[in-house]
């Protein structure tokens, strides 16, 4: 495979030069919003608090992606002296969850019983497939060292793993049978159950390719988090015979 750039490149907006890592996740940010906004008319979804969801959704990710990463490197951050270090890293395992609970905290809020998993499966697919090439253009989130025709170079001369575009390839993927799916008039809620089933699959296996540290067991943090929510989803979050709506998000 080609060599990934080794310094960040940028895209020159007007007068400023914004990092591909940065712009990449904006990106990632307005397409996920915008499938989701779509999702929610087509299928005719109570428009009047969809905003409401999107945003208890962004905010509820934000905190779960940082929340993670501040416990296990807060000294480290204290210790660097420098405010925006807090700013930097984040977990999209603790997004997922976070943005999960925070919907799950909304719907209560607002009473609603219909579930809106629906609504934000394929939007949030189409996020992660746009928002992980910014990760491979910032050179995080890489894979190990491997031979150099199956690796990509991410700044320290070594080839790794592109962990990065196989998850965009596989989210991407997703998107397009979710959205499929979508079509065929699926269950309240099963489409983020889908979702959450096969990403959180996918991601155990791709940590073995990436540098993460094993933990307990041989296993990652992140693999350790994926089984629980496969169990849950496999195991409790199950839809109920008789019912066409779902017992789960």
Not at 146 to 161: I, M, Q
Not at 193 to 198: H, I, P, S, V
Not at 233 to 243: E, F, M, N, T, V
Request: some cysteine; aromatic content about 12%; proline content about 6%.
């Amino acid at each position: 495979m080609p060599d990934a750039l080794s310094v960040c490149p940028t895209f020159q907006i007007g007068p400023l030069a914004v990092p591909a890592y940065g712009a990449l996740l904006l990106l990632a940010l307005i397409v996920g919003v915008a499938a989701a906004w779509a999702s929610a008319r087509r299928q005719g979804y109570q428009g009047e608090h969809t905003l409401t969801l999107v945003f208890a959704a962004f905010f509820g990710g934000v905190l779960g992606a940082k929340i993670p990463v501040w416990v296990m490197h807060a000294g480290a951050l204290a210790g660097a002296g420098d405010p925006l270090a807090w700013l930097s890293g984040r977990t999209i395992i603790g997004g997922l969850i976070g943005g999960t609970l925070a919907v799950l905290l909304a719907r209560r809020a607002l009473r609603l019983a219909l579930p809106s998993g629906n609504v934000f499966a394929p939007a949030l697919a189409l996020a992660l497939a746009v928002g992980r090439w910014g990760c491979f253009f910032g050179g995080c989130c890489g894979g190990k060292v491997t031979a150099p025709s199956l690796g990509v170079r991410l700044g320290d001369g070594l080839p790794h793993y592109p962990t990065q575009i196989i998850e965009s390839l596989f989210a991407l993927g997703l998107f397009v049978y979710l959205k499929v799916a979508e079509r065929r008039s699926p269950p309240p809620g099963s489409l983020w159950r889908t979702f959450m089933l096969a990403y959180f699959t996918f991601r155990f296996f791709i940590e073995f390719l990436r540098t993460d540290t094993p933990i307990a067991f041989g296993l990652t943090l992140a693999q350790l988090a994926a089984l629980g929510v496969v169990a849950y989803y496999s195991l409790i979050a199950r839809p109920r015979a008789g019912r066409r709506e779902a017992a789960y998000e």
